[in-house]
């Protein structure tokens, strides 16, 4: 059995993915991470990995990236974590194990601190904040612009010489209400941390603090000494951290 390809209504957007379901037991669900989607190199290993291994498997892209609806400069971080919700809901009371990459991360936590049945959690490279971290870090002339007219465009780090992409400011807003960095986070499920020592886009110091602030019957944080953000290097450790967390649903 492969995957098969789907669209649902989320009562907002049309969410598009892929499932792999036996039917019962456990569901993994893969959250992509900021302007990417559930086709990338990990997405489709860790596909590969679960229907090797005859767990149900979904992977999904969030509204305004890939197949899904919306408009990418228009969404929010709540609109992302109801887009996981919705998904989630699917298989309710079915336990569920979710894997985040960098924002799927942070949306894998949000999920995991209002619902139960979540039962596991591996979080990639985990961009904690970083929406109002970015936002802090610009020139305060720039913040004031950027507040002022609603909406910015920002050089993209992964396109051609010169591309930019838009966001809007009500991004920012929304971002400071989902906050898991100044207080300590209690989830009920274990969770590991794969985190590069060499990311460029979330630091090191990020995925620590969290850790240090969480509260989970088990934890566990893996430094990759060569990781990047993308951590394609670290499949191995990702594949063997699924699993561990599996056994355990």
Known sequence: ??????????????????????????????????????????????????????????????????????RFPAERLST?????????NRYAPRPLLLVGSSLGAWLAVLLARERPAVGGLVLLAPAFNFLQRGYAALPPGLQDRWRAEGRLELPDPYGLPGATYELEYGLIEDAAHH??????????????????????????????TFFGQLCAPHKELVVVPAGDHRLTVALPEILSAVDRVWSRL
């Open 1 to 70: 059995m492969r995957e098969a390809a789907f669209r649902f209504d989320t009562g907002t957007t049309e969410i598009a993915g892929y499932a792999h379901d036996t039917g019962t037991g456990p569901v993994g669900i893969f959250v992509h991470g900021f302007r990417s989607d559930c086709q990338g190199e990990k997405a489709t290993a860790l596909a590969e990995h679960a229907i090797a291994r005859r767990y149900s498997w979904v992977r999904f892209d969030l509204a305004g990236h890939g197949a899904s609806g919306g």
């Open 80 to 88: 992302w974590l109801a887009n996981l919700r919705a998904l989630a």
């Open 179 to 208: 906050d898991v960095l100044s207080a300590p986070v209690s989830v009920r499920c274990p969770v590991v941390i794969i985190h590069g020592r060499d990311d460029e886009l979330v630091p090191l110091a990020i995925g620590e």
